[in-house]
Structures are given as structure tokens and as C-alpha cells.
């Protein structure tokens, strides 16, 4: 039953949509797990997909998974390269990783129009 489970609460662990770099043409998004604990996660596993409505249409992106193996104690590692284009959409990320034998999960979710970037003087 699920009452009978533990409840591992996620905390100090972020996801972080950050703006490397511009260019007038273009700018150039990555997407990083930020690990604020004092102790390394274990078998990181991320899926990631968008989803929503677009010029009036229902979209939703491949679903991505990203294993990115262990990540050390105050530290950030890459998941991915994210395309500007899917910021009118729901982008979720899925975060599943090890603390010694104990599982966690965490649902991550940057609603449409929510990431935005500062332009570089």
C-alpha cells in the first residue's frame, strides 16, 4: 500500500535552464542537475519531453533519458542542449537517483513562457 512506503523528500537538488551564450542570431540554452547536497548522487537518471499546445495544435516532443551516472557532492553536471523553440511548451524533467541504498524521485516542471533570458550588454 502506498502508505506503508517511506517518503524520501527531494532537497538541494535543482534543475537549472541556463543562457551559455548569444549571439544576434541566436541564442544557446543548456540544461543542468545541480547537486547542493554534501553527499554524491548515485545512477542519476533523468527523462525529459515537452508538451502542450502550438498554433492551436496539441505537441509533444520525444520522450529523451539522459543517464548521467554519478554526480559528486556540490556540483553540476550537463543533461542537455535545449532548443528555444520548445520554451511555448511544458518542458518536464524527471530526476531519479540513489542516496546509498534509498531511491528518490523528483518531478522538475518549467510551465510554457517560463524561461526566458536576459540579453547580454
Not at 535543482?14 to 547536497?37: D, F, G, I
Not at 553527499?39 to 515537452?50: A, E, F, Q, Y
Not at 502542450?52 to 553536471?77: I, M, N, P, W, Y
Not at 520548445?86 to 528518490?104: A, K, M, R
Request: a negative charge.
Amino acid at each position: 500500500m502506498k502508505k506503508d512506503l517511506p517518503v524520501n523528500i527531494v532537497e538541494d537538488i535543482s534543475v537549472a535552464v541556463v543562457l551559455e551564450s548569444q549571439t544576434p542570431e541566436a541564442r544557446h540554452w543548456t540544461v543542468y542537475l545541480v547537486n547542493e547536497k554534501d553527499v554524491p548522487l548515485r545512477n542519476v537518471l533523468i527523462s525529459s519531453k515537452g508538451y502542450g499546445e502550438k498554433d492551436g495544435k496539441e505537441v509533444k516532443t520525444t520522450v529523451l533519458r539522459h543517464f548521467l551516472g554519478d554526480v559528486e557532492a556540490q556540483s553540476a553536471v550537463q543533461i542537455e542542449v535545449i532548443d528555444s523553440q520548445v520554451f511555448g511548451l511544458t518542458n518536464e524533467y524527471w530526476l531519479s537517483y540513489y542516496i546509498e541504498s534509498t531511491i528518490y524521485d523528483k518531478k522538475y516542471i518549467f510551465l510554457p513562457e517560463s524561461i526566458r533570458g536576459r540579453k547580454f550588454k
